[in-house]
């Protein structure tokens, strides 16, 4: 692992979308109103600047915006955040209700790919491989439901 990731932080990894997801293809979650929902603000961040961002910029991102942190308090914020245990990106809504698949590079940056997708077909069957031709671990998102 990277020295600056955190533990939710994953690399040359796709997490296909959960066992019970109810969509078969990416969908964008639906903002409702002036608060957008943390799926709502992840697959933004996500979508716009692909393969820019961490799990854990993400993670930690959408829980600043959501509390209003100011950037120069973000840095404390973050590492107090991240003294306690977090959920990863396999428990979002993304994976588990959305239809999107979630790529980490070599560097641990995040793409979404619609499980509609030839993309995401080949994550999913594990025939992808990193720029020194490693496979890149698939893992599932978590179930909605248990079973």
Known sequence: MLPSMELVDYVNTFIVIADDCPVAEGTAPPVKGDNPSIAARAYEMIARHPYSYTSGDVIFGVFADRRDIPADERSRARAEF?????????????????GWGIHADAQGRLALYGAETPEYATFAAGRRHDDAGRPVTVRKAMRRSRR
Not at 85 to 94: F, I, K, W, Y
């Open 82 to 98: 991240y003294s306690r245990g977090q959920a990863c990106l396999r428990a979002s809504d993304l994976g588990r209700r959305y």
